[in-house]
């Protein structure tokens, strides 16, 4: 099972849109999908609620995080499209309560190391059930960051062409959780794909800052196999998809608007599939395609 962490420091970046479709994708392609929802929003948890096609496990992420589960007790791997639902309280378990000692083993232990135990035995234990795991990272870097970071094998990082949002950018890189500093202290096989701009706008503003951005730290951008920044376009076509609970390849077969939209995004997902290792033949598969 390959593990992929979508997140990055910064809120409303389309991180959740790109958890939801990209698994949908996947698991069109045919892979075996688990969904991890890390933030308390619940964004991607409420999307398979209206999708319906991920079946929930029969425990929240805050559940199986603090107790040991029996992984045959919460339908893994039954479906082979599961998703570990978000229940609003793992901040307030977790986070606010990181350093908080309590008996375990024995032993007087902080939750955290508790919590990175126990997450770390639940992904052990599901590994022959899935062929990829994806989680949807918090708006933020605190401990549910480190915890998913020292597990994965891989990170993609959605942006906006913000100012607030470029600067969260060098966090996430090389912060105390930054993906540099996990890689170089916890995790070797740490695989940093790339930021990916996300509703990016045809104006002058979009296209100076991704120019800076390309000079400055291009290296760090997802980008295709001659080397160019990828890149998603605003549209209203995603946001539909992700009121209504739906593939951008679905809309994409009635919306004209919507194709070029399913083009751009699915040729993202090849590549990001492809540098996980897993590979994409599309024509052994059953993915929606655009008529």
Same mark, same amino acid.
């Given at each position: 099972?390959k593990?992929?962490y979508?997140g990055v420091?910064?809120?409303?970046?389309?991180?959740?849109?790109n958890?939801?479709?990209?698994a949908?994708?996947a698991?069109?392609l045919?892979y075996?999908?688990?969904v991890?929802?890390?933030?308390d929003?619940?964004?991607t948890t409420?999307?398979f609620?209206r999708?319906?096609?991920?079946?929930?496990?029969?425990?929240?992420?805050?559940e199986v995080?603090?107790?040991?589960?029996d992984?045959?007790d919460i339908?893994v791997g039954v479906s082979?499209?599961n998703?570990?639902e *978000?229940?609003?309280? =793992?901040?307030?378990i !977790?986070v606010?309560q990181?350093?908080?000692?309590?008996? &375990?083993?024995?032993? /007087? +232990?902080?939750?955290?190391?508790i919590?990175h135990?126990?997450?770390?035995n639940?992904?052990?234990?599901?590994d022959?059930?899935?062929?990829?795991?994806i989680?949807?990272?918090?708006?933020?870097?605190d401990?549910r960051?480190?915890?998913?970071?020292?597990?994965?094998d891989?990170?993609l990082?959605p942006?906006?062409?913000?100012?607030?949002?470029i600067e969260g950018?060098s966090?996430?890189?090389y912060?105390q959780?930054g993906v540099l500093n996990?890689?170089t202290v916890f995790? *070797?096989?740490l695989? =940093?794909l790339?930021? !990916?701009?996300?509703?990016v706008e045809?104006?002058d503003? &979009?296209?100076?800052? /991704? +120019?800076?951005l390309g000079?400055?730290?291009?290296e760090h951008f997802?980008?295709?196999?001659?080397?160019?920044i990828l890149?998603m376009?605003l549209r209203?076509?995603v946001?539909?998809?992700q009121?209504?609970?739906?593939?951008?390849?679905?809309?994409a077969k009635t919306?004209t608007?919507?194709?070029?939209?399913?083009a751009?995004?699915r040729?993202?997902?090849?590549?990001?599939?492809?540098r996980?290792q897993l590979?994409?033949?599309?024509?052994?598969t059953h993915?929606e395609t655009i008529g």
């Amino acid at each position: 099972m390959k593990i992929l962490y979508i997140g990055v420091q910064k809120g409303g970046v389309g991180k959740s849109t790109n958890t939801c479709q990209l698994a949908l994708y996947a698991r069109n392609l045919g892979y075996r999908v688990l969904v991890i929802d890390f933030d308390d929003q619940g964004n991607t948890t409420k999307f398979f609620k209206r999708n319906g096609e991920a079946v929930p496990l029969a425990k929240t992420v805050t559940e199986v995080i603090f107790q040991t589960t029996d992984i045959f007790d919460i339908n893994v791997g039954v479906s082979g499209f599961n998703i570990l639902e *978000a229940d609003g309280q =793992f901040n307030n378990i !977790l986070v606010e309560q990181a350093r908080v000692k309590v008996q &375990h083993e024995g032993e /007087l +232990t902080e939750k955290s190391s508790i919590a990175h135990q126990y997450f770390a035995n639940f992904l052990t234990s599901v590994d022959a059930h899935y062929d990829l795991c994806i989680i949807d990272g918090p708006p933020s870097l605190d401990i549910r960051v480190t915890i998913a970071l020292t597990l994965a094998d891989a990170v993609l990082s959605p942006i906006q062409l913000s100012q607030e949002s470029i600067e969260g950018m060098s966090s996430t890189l090389y912060g105390q959780r930054g993906v540099l500093n996990i890689k170089t202290v916890f995790n *070797a096989k740490l695989n =940093f794909l790339g930021f !990916l701009p996300n509703m990016v706008e045809a104006t002058d503003k &979009h296209r100076e800052a /991704l +120019t800076e951005l390309g000079e400055r730290i291009g290296e760090h951008f997802l980008t295709d196999n001659e080397g160019r920044i990828l890149l998603m376009p605003l549209r209203q076509a995603v946001r539909e998809c992700q009121k209504e609970g739906i593939t951008i390849a679905q809309l994409a077969k009635t919306n004209t608007m919507a194709r070029s939209t399913w083009a751009s995004m699915r040729k993202i997902f090849d590549i990001v599939l492809a540098r996980l290792q897993l590979e994409v033949d599309v024509e052994s598969t059953h993915v929606e395609t655009i008529g």
